[in-house]
């Protein structure tokens, strides 16, 4: 006798958590994400579903085949993993899983997909992203886009996030950063608020200190 895992019969589709890096068509027309795993070959829109990379002709997810989308449970498990040097740049993305799924410990396998919320990475000079720049790298018809600051994006082809999304349908929330974010940080509203870098900070203090000690000194001098 067969055992069977007991069927989810959920009252809201599942939500989960993934990285992904944001690209952009050759002709500025579709947005998308490739995947930072072997899925990254193939990007996939706002809304979409899993085709078998290795171009079997079954549906994903299939048993005995590792096809389909992926996605971790937790906000926690995905900013964990976009630490790691070669996926700091990633976006974390907040997705919904559609159709069949199945689940494993920490996330789920799944066939289809709506993207809504993407968490764009900081720039590389460590500040909140303000707009997406070209990274640098590609797909056969697609180039990837990476978050970056105004100053930093100075003359590297600008795509604002308003604009990202409006390719996209309207249907995607961007948030500045990895991090928890309210709706007012979103694509549309204003951009986060830089925070003064530690060692800005640290000097700032120190010259004030400098400044103290220096009036003190002179009014020593005044008094000899």
Known sequence: MRLRLPRERPA????????????????????????????????????DEARCMYGRRHRCPALRCDCGFYCLHTLAAAQALARVGAHRRAAILEVTV??????????????????????????????????F??????????????????????????????????????????????????????????PAARRVPGPAAEATAMQARLDRLQGQLGRLAGEA
């Open 12 to 47: 809201e589709p599942p939500q989960g958590y993934k990285l992904a890096n944001p690209v952009l068509s050759e002709d500025c027309g579709r947005i998308g994400f490739a995947g930072v795993s072997i899925g990254g070959a193939q990007p996939y829109g706002v809304l």
């Open 98 to 131: 559609l159709g069949a799924y199945i689940r494993f410990e920490r996330g789920m396998r799944y066939a289809r997909q709506r993207v809504r919320v993407a968490r764009i990475g900081p720039c590389g000079c460590g500040l909140p992203p303000e707009v």
């Open 133 to 190: 720049v070209d990274a640098g790298w590609g797909r056969t018809g697609w180039r990837a886009l990476a978050g970056a600051c105004k100053g930093c994006a100075a003359g590297r082809g600008e795509v604002s996030f308003e604009d990202f999304v409006r390719i996209g349908g309207g249907r995607l929330r961007v948030v500045p950063g990895h991090r928890e974010a309210r709706a007012d940080g979103a694509a549309g509203g204003r």
